[in-house]
């Protein structure tokens, strides 16, 4: 019985044990503090190598293939994925003549009339977000007009019988297709559409895209919470898993953030009964550490134990949203999650302590969170444990070309990928973490791609309630 109990306990031992020790409350262990100057400087020096790495090996292209050193598109033509996504990186790290370079080169060579479908989500997060939040760091107007361009041709995607938008849009002919999609592609639109809507005076791409966004919102179950799956054109749901991962994740961020940016109190008044869902039947309390679960939407009974690497982003809603002490104990979890193989995989079952998908594609959200919480708490913990996350990151991603993605973050087989939000967010995060005087946090609010978007219609007391609530 003794012996079989002390089998029991190893194993128990084995699986609950990080392959290397964090302290109990997530902590960045016993290290030294972090020096915030020095490690700035790494980020930097890092993040030139990955933008040198693309600019040899892909430039002009969407992305760096960073094994075979090849460039990676992801349609027919080249959209600039990278120099897009990258362009506001430069920019607050002071790159100037990297950044004029990028610029010149999306005003040159970027070509939205194109005979090409694209995704509507991620052309939204990537490409819209990047060309706005360009054009406010730097005042060039070629951007706002290749974002006013683009949105113009992504508007038909909205012309559905219930106004959730298409997947897919053909950026020359308008024709749509892609009628299964997610409340994550529904519902993050609104921060780019409107900053574009307020920006140009032209209101219906702020109206087009919260329609969306409250039609995902109206079609919550009774207990609050929306599914993972559902159809444009009838409004049914086709999944009914809820979660804050992929497919849903940035639906959350967006209900908050975009009463934050536009201090629209309708997003406001979503928020709070979407948030307290969340709380009640996704959070997850397993030994005194919280998780974020899976559950049916309907019934609010547990599905699956499954958090990952995109799943991270959601300390940093806490925090933003006011929930600091919720959010700390969340990121505690993450950092755990991360530190059993010394970089995270996409999804982990947190009761079995098993990993059920185990690759790693640069992502950014732990990051995210990490600073978020410096900013809120300015707990030194939080630099100390971005020091972790960055020195892991390259010592396990760098290759002499930039950064791959892992195949396995047990094995730590690379894979040929270098997605841009790794210029975009990645790197900006991290930058950000160590240099947070780069960018004015209160001032800005960024899109779920890390591209700041600033409030600069705020005239007088109008909007009063936006600017409390991104100084919140
Ligand atoms: C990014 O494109 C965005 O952050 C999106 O919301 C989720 N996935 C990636 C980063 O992991």
């Known amino acids: 019985m003794i012996r079989m109990l002390r089998t029991s306990a190893l194993i128990f031992l084995m699986l609950a044990a ?18 915030p100057a020095q490690m700035a400087a790494e980020v930097k020096t890092e993040f030139l190598h990955a933008w040198t790495g693309y600019k040899r090996y892909a430039w002009g292209h969407d992305d760096l293939a960073p094994l075979s050193r090849k460039p990676h598109d992801w349609y027919a033509k080249s959209l600039l994925m990278s120099p897009v996504d990258a362009l506001d990186t430069l920019v607050l790290m002071g790159e100037n003549k990297e950044a004029d370079a990028a610029r010149d080169l999306i005003a040159a060579k970027l ?39 683009l949105a113009t041709r992504l508007l038909p995607v909205f012309d ?23 409340p994550a592609e529904t519902g993050t639109l609104l921060l780019e559409f409107g900053t574009l809507a307020r920006v140009t005076g032209k209101p219906v791409f702020y109206d087009k895209a919260k329609r969306a966004l409250v039609e995902t919102w109206q079609r919550r179950s009774a207990i609050g919470l929306v599914g993972s799956g559902l159809d444009v054109e009838t409004g049914k749901w086709l999944d009914t898993e809820s979660h804050i991962s992929g497919g849903i994740d940035s639906y959350y961020e967006y209900l908050w953030k ?45 599905t699956h134990a499954y958090y990952g690497a995109l799943d991270a982003f959601f300390p940093g809603l806490l925090a933003v949203s006011g929930d600091v002490p919720r959010a700390a104990r969340l990121q505690d979890s993450s950092f755990r999650m991360w530190n059993m193989h010394g970089i995270e995989p996409e999804v982990l079952d947190y009761r079995a302590s098993k990993i059920i998908s185990p690759g790693y594609a640069l992502r950014p959200e732990i990051v995210e969170s990490t600073y978020y919480l410096s900013h809120y708490t300015r707990d030194p913990k939080y630099l100390a444990m971005g020091r972790t996350l960055f020195r892991d990151f390259v010592r396990y991603c760098r290759t002499d070309a930039g950064y791959a993605a892992l195949a396995n973050v047990v094995t730590k087989q690379k894979k040929d990928r270098m997605e841009s939000f790794v210029l975009a967010e990645t790197f900006k995060y991290y930058y950000l973490l160590f240099a947070p005087s780069a960018l004015d946090f209160d001032a800005v609010t960024f899109n779920t791609e890390a591209h700041p978007l600033r409030a600069t219609w705020l005239r007088g007391t109008e909007t009063k309630a936006a600017g409390d609530a991104q100084s919140r």
Request: glycine residues 12%.
């Open 111 to 149: 070509d939205f009339d194109q005979d090409i479908y694209v995704k509507n989500f991620e052309v939204t997060i990537r490409l819209l977000g990047g060309l706005l939040s360009g054009y406010q760091l730097t005042g060039d107007e070629r951007l706002l007009h290749k974002a006013e361009d």
């Open 160 to 182: 559905s019988p219930t106004g959730l938008p298409y997947v897919e849009v053909n950026l020359r002919t308008g024709k749509t297709r892609g009628t299964q999609t997610n």
């Open 258 to 302: 975009c009463w934050r940016l536009f201090g629209d109190e309708d997003c406001l008044a979503m928020w709070q009964p979407s948030i307290a869902a969340a709380n009640r039947y996704l959070a997850d309390d397993v030994g005194g550490s919280l998780w974020y679960g899976y559950a049916d939407m309907h019934s609010g009974k547990r």
């Open 18 to 35: 990080p392959v290397r020790a964090a302290t109990s409350s997530g902590g960045a262990s016993a290290a030294q503090p972090a020096d």
